[in-house]
């Protein structure tokens, strides 16, 4: 293995994740919110954070990794993704060993390969295509086990303990200098880590289809074993994250500067359709009674297609489009620079810790980590009590798909408003109507017994339960797109990707945390008596087993989520009066108390 490091200049103007500019200047392009065809990062992923699970704010979407600084501060751009809605481009302090080899210095024009059409490069930009779209699959199915988890009436506590799947694509920036920045040489910089990490998730996915339908209990007495089922998709979400490193790396050297902005797209595109095909598709598939209904002349006891079977087929797919990849895809050797510089991975972390230490960004870090409790019970459990009170897991994951076209919109339409000097208006007038739609979510979950006829819900239900997804979704976008555009203004130029990155990064950890949190407080807060056996209480699972014995039955008098809900948004409430003026103060920071003072 070596390490490399590259001094480099930056692209030509490239749109990132949906529509984020990245130009080829000097200095340090700053990003521009704009659309964002994906929802998490990905459209049904990021889209669905108040109704499904498997989107609930995981506003940890997809996040770009940071750079070390370099001697002679050269810089490029990448994406970062927060909040999982849309992209921004920004600029990075060259990575150790990272997209460098991308950049090369102005003057050799002729050391590119020269101007390209898009057809000349087909090839490339299908395979990106196809790289995103498996990069999708493992996000996609891990955001359909909680709903699954649910229709098999486990816990609320144990929903939160596998809400830790969803971390690792908020956290990679701890691991991905090291990507970056080692790897072996006569393999090729992205292959090094792109391949051996997709044949370990082809395997895995294999492994797991012999014993996932274990993992998820039978139905008859035994339940699911959530801290396994947690374990894995743990690691494949790790490894997702990992592969997203080594492809979004590779994307930037794949294609030659004319064509580099289709990158982006097939990131776009590529993610949302794998997420897609893991959530919305699976769950459909899946479900025996949509299948019944729509695909089916005689009824099944089953749907199409298991989660084992899909395993087993995206397990396949994975290692034989991996092997292809390691065969017959060459990565471009002339496009490495000749020079290297000194400066290593340790780099990357110092001026990580030395940028949190100042007063300002400090300040913007302990404000953003507790600016979403106020969201947390809307976001991380209106979907599931949706589908304990019986509204089919599959409707829910298909109220994503008509979201798609509001989620391209919003930004380009929102990013007007937060392109100014004070972008922390945007976030401080959204969060209020933010904060009421948790009360409005509580009301829907009240009144989804209320309407549920025997055949099902019936439409209006469903338009009700569509239109408040879409408010939320404005709202949402609202805050997310200010905090970016907020995030590039601030963000020191010199090391503008390394900085950028670290404040998306304590952004996305800020909707992680509230969310595990809301979810693990659930139960707790739930008060159930004994029905029919008056000497016996229902607080603990034992409890609750005794009661059943004695020929009582536990009953809900208090459902947590209500209590939970109330709390939540009196939280957000308070902070948006005492800490939102403080929050929209820091806009107001002269740029001297962003910069990070570095030593060469």
Known sequence: MRRSHACCERPRARKGRGGSARRRQGGCARGVPSAAASAPASAPRAAAAAMSPAVTAKEGGRQRRAGS???????????????????LALCEDGLPGGEAEALLPAEPEAGWRGARGCRAELGSILLLLVLYVLQGIPLGLAGSVPLILQSKSASYTDQAFFSFVFWPFSLKLLWAPLVDAVYLRGFGRRKSWLVPTQYVLGLFMIYMSTQVELLLGDGEGRGPDVVALTVTFFLFEFLAATQDIAVDGWALTMLSRENVGYASTCNSVGQTAGYFLGNVLFLALESASFCNKYLRFQPQPQGIVTLADFLFFWGAVFLITTTLVALFKKENKELTP?????????????????????????????????????????????????????????????????????????????????????????FYKAMPFRLLLGLEFAFLVWWTPQVKQEGGFPVYYYIVVLLSYALHQITLYSMYVAIMAFNAKVSDPLIGGTYMTLLNTVSNLGGNWPSTVALWLVDPLTVKECAGAQEQTCGTTAAAELCTKAGGSCVTTLDGYYVESVICVILGFAWWFLLGPKFKKLQDEGQSSWKCKRTN
């Open 69 to 87: 600084h370099r001697h002679h501060h050269h810089h490029h751009c990448l994406d970062v993704r927060s909040e999982a809605p849309p992209a």
């Open 338 to 426: 000749t020079k290297e510089e000194t400066k290593g991975i340790t780099d990357t972390y110092r001026l990580l810790f030395s940028i949190i230490k100042m007063p300002a960004v400090l300040t913007f870090c302990l404000l953003i980590l507790t600016a979403k409790v106020g969201f947390s019970a809307a976001d991380a459990v209106t979907g599931l009590k949706l589908v304990e009170e019986g509204v089919p897991k599959e409707h829910l994951a298909l109220l994503a798909v008509p979201m798609v076209p509001l989620q391209i919109i919003l930004p380009l339409i929102i990013s007007k408003y937060t392109a100014g000097p004070q972008p922390l208006n945007t």
